[in-house]
């Protein structure tokens, strides 16, 4: 158990003390200004046996067990001016304050400043790196690259280190109108984000072998978001201009990091020297030791410009018309890397120093309503997005340079991917009686895209709608859609022809026909709604619904096959006497799926006409959650009492089977979780204008999950390959991080709220 120190907000010590002294006012009165607020002092101790990053994981408590918080109104008498100050959290780490301000109908100002953390792992990951902006270095390497010597070493030489992110945004937001028909509004906000978190880095052939180095990656993004604007309204027409520039910068924009298990000939402690070649069974000193460092690129810094056309106007026949047209520019131009640090390779050029990124969205938005007929609402509109890449090309006419240090000779391209998509809509309701109206929608979807296996498709949605009210007390609503997508000429090997550094000799010509992407493939949609509401008495109401949804791929053999989805859920509200209110929910989430896959191994499957490795992998993920609670006034504008439950139990289970080609298939371990929440509340009335209120809060949090409870440094323990095939696993290091450990905090709290 650890003891958590009292979160108290000593700003407000001033105003309560004032409001104190003062019970009986219900407002505050200065010469022509008039002054109305709440505000709420509290503390916050608390018990957390367990590690508390997955509880904190956004400081998001229980909504209502304490928010220390202030809210301050200044007004005109003659309700010419205002200002008003909102803050919650105060003190806290996901604090936030408002501050807003103006002359109402001309001018409006506003100042906010948010932040809120968000924590991955406390006390737990841990890596023998030194950290300095994006260089990662070593002051020691295992004595030698047998898996003991490494799991020694880096249980020896790791030190802690938290992965979290911490995100502070300032904005500042204005608005001038100074006639009736001309208002122009202009924002800016600044958002800084900060911290670590986990990434994945290896030595090797990714899939083969390689020797992982987990890092954590450093974050330290600076984000500028800029908004012009101006618009007029007419008699019966309104036209608008908007104009937004975004800037990212990256302070961090390279990582580079030791290989811990490449050694000099001088010994641990020598400098290290590159080797033109690479094992994962090589010893730190021999000729296959690869590279000493690795090195990414970061994500890079842009920028984008956008303009925005917007304008709506009033047609004949009772019609309305809404439409916006934006166009802009997304650029990126980050140099490029050299293909590898090693100095034992020879240099592959590459054709450009930089991407010279340039995307143009264009985004076309055009909606016409229409309520001509009585009984009778049509609407139909139309939409287009279309993702121009303009990125120049970029070549690797030497080939490329791989992570295991070997090289190919093939000349590699890459093509810059780009997409359109357009929408056209139709929906008719209808009236049919005082108790039924409905419904009818029908959506074209068309998508164009360039290199990819399906270059244009077409996708038809329907449905009807119905709503049901025969009395005041009884509602039912109902909703079905259909989807039908279709995907002619799949050619699964168009990316080969597009890309010469690939063989087409690689790949199966009857897996390139049989493979289908989720996005790309043929597909069937249905989706089913339904929502009640029945009310026989004034102080009881039920409520229940159901969500299905089904995916379908009807001509995929490799790739997703079903996708099948469920939600139902039932609840009530009852207030048996004038004085308590009792309400629970229960629903219930499930998920299946099944995909096939296939590989064709080193050792069985060497040839184009070997025979392919199938397996087919049936997954099921499934949420249940039930709350219950009641309200209650004990003493009537004295003493209420609320109590809540919630429970949440999830499980995921995936199992898999396959033909006797190489190693059959295995199930994976499943996956547990569950969540128990209990709040308790009073709230005493000491005033009319001030309330007592404390409580206790009560989290528990529980897991099993075998990819996440095992992670360690070194887990050459827990592979369960041949002694052979797993020098690489012992080889390599992680942060050892556990995301998800179980956790039970209790909480107290006291607070006293005001109000003026």
């Not at 158990?1 to 019970?23: E, G, I, N, Q, Y």
């Not at 140099?335 to 034992?344: H, I």
């Amino acid at each position: 158990m650890r003891s958590h120190k009292l979160c108290v907000t000593l700003t407000l010590t001033l105003v309560f003390s004032l409001l104190l002294a003062s019970p009986l006012w219900a407002q505050i009165e200065i010469e022509n200004a008039v002054i109305s607020g709440e505000a709420e002092l509290g503390g916050l101790p608390r018990d957390t046996n367990g590690k508390r990053q997955k509880f904190e994981e956004y400081r998001d408590l229980s909504e209502g067990a304490i928010v220390p918080q202030l809210q301050l109104m200044i007004g005109g008498k003659r309700e010419d001016f205002y200002l008003n100050f909102d803050s919650s959290n105060l003190g806290r780490d996901n604090q936030n304050y408002i501050l807003r301000f103006g002359r109402y109908g001309l001018l409006d100002v506003e100042f906010e400043w948010d932040q809120f953390p968000h924590l991955f792992s406390l006390n737990t990951a841990r890596t023998p790196y030194d950290m300095r902006g994006g260089t990662y270095t070593l002051s020691s390497k295992p004595a030698s690259t047998a898996g003991t010597d490494v799991r020694d070493w880096v249980n020896s030489a790791a030190n802690a280190v938290d992965l979290k992110l911490f995100q502070g945004m300032g904005k500042f937001k204005l608005r001038y109108t100074p006639t009736p028909g001309w208002s122009f509004t202009g924002s800016y906000w600044s958002n800084n984000v900060a911290g670590r978190r986990a990434i994945g880095a290896y030595f090797g052939t990714s899939g083969g072998s390689w020797k992982v180095t987990e890092l954590a990656e450093p974050i330290d993004y600076q984000i500028h978001n800029i908004d012009l604007g101006g618009e007029y309204a007419g008699q019966g027409w309104s036209l608008g201009l908007k104009y937004n520039a975004s800037f990212f910068h990256n302070n961090v924009s390279t990582l580079v990091w030791d290989n811990p298990t490449n050694r000099s000939t001088d010994g641990a402690g020598g400098t290290c020297t590159d080797s033109s070649g690479f094992s994962s069974t090589s010893t730190g000193t021999d000729a296959n030791r690869g590279a000493c460092r690795g090195r990414m690129d970061m994500y890079p810094s842009n920028q984008a410009h956008t303009w925005t056309l917007s304008g709506a106007a009033k047609l004949p026949l009772k019609s309305n018309f809404m439409g916006s047209v934006s166009y802009g520019f997304r650029l990126q131009n980050d140099p490029f890397l050299p293909q590898t640090t090693n100095s034992a390779l020879a240099a592959r050029s590459v054709s450009r120093e930089s991407l010279d990124g340039d995307v143009r969205p264009l985004m076309v938005n055009a909606t016409v309503v229409n309520r001509y007929f009585d009984r009778l609402d049509l609407k139909a509109y139309y939409r287009l997005y279309d993702f121009d890449n303009r990125s120049k090309k970029v070549d690797l006419p030497d080939g490329r340079v791989h992570a295991d240090s070997s090289v190919d000779s093939d000349y590699g391209r890459g093509f810059p991917w780009a997409y359109s998509k357009q929408n056209i809509g139709l929906d008719a309701g209808y009236n049919i009686t005082r108790w039924l109206s409905a419904k009818m929608g029908y959506v074209w979807e068309k998508m164009h895209r360039e290199r990819r296996e399906v270059l244009s498709s077409n996708e038809h949605t329907f449905g009807p709608t119905f709503d049901l009210k025969p009395t005041s007390w009884l509602l039912v609503r109902l909703g079905y859609k259909r989807s039908l997508r279709d995907a002619h000429e799949y050619d699964g090997g168009r990316l080969v022809a597009t890309h010469p550094a690939e063989d087409p000799e690689d790949l199966r010509e009857e897996v390139l026909d049989e493979l289908r992407k989720f996005d790309l493939a043929a597909r069937t949609r249905d989706k089913f709604s339904y929502f009640g509401q029945l009310t026989p008495w004034q102080n009881l109401t039920l409520f229940g619904g159901f969500d299905f949804f089904l995916d379908e791929y009807p001509r995929t053999v490799i790739g997703v096959q079903d996708d099948l989805s469920y939600v139902p859920s039932v609840g009530f509200t009852y207030a048996p006497l004038d004085w308590m209110t009792l309400f629970s929910n229960y629903s219930w989430e499930r998920w299946d799926w099944k995909m096939q896959a296939m590989s064709r191994t080193a050792t069985t499957q060497t040839t184009a006409t070997d025979p392919l490795r199938t397996w087919r992998s049936r997954g099921r993920d499934q949420t249940n959650t039930v709350s219950w609670g009641s309200d209650m006034k004990l003493i009537e504008n004295l003493l209420g009492l609320r109590i809540q439950y919630t429970f949440s139990e999830a499980s995921s289970l995936v199992k898999a089977s396959g033909d006797t080609v190489g190693t059959p298939a295995t199930n994976y371990p499943n996956v547990t979780n569950r969540w128990h929440e209990f709040l308790t509340r009073f709230d005493y009335q000491l005033h009319k204008n001030v309330t007592l209120r404390f409580g206790y809060y009560f989290n528990r949090f529980n897991h099993k999950d075998f990819g996440v409870d095992m992670m360690k440094l070194w887990m050459g323990e827990y592979d369960q390959l041949s002694a052979g095939a797993n020098n690489n696993i012992q080889r390599s290091i992680w942060l050892g991080d556990r995301i998800k450990r179980p956790y039970t905090a209790h909480v107290g709290f006291l607070t006293l709220r005001f109000s003026f």
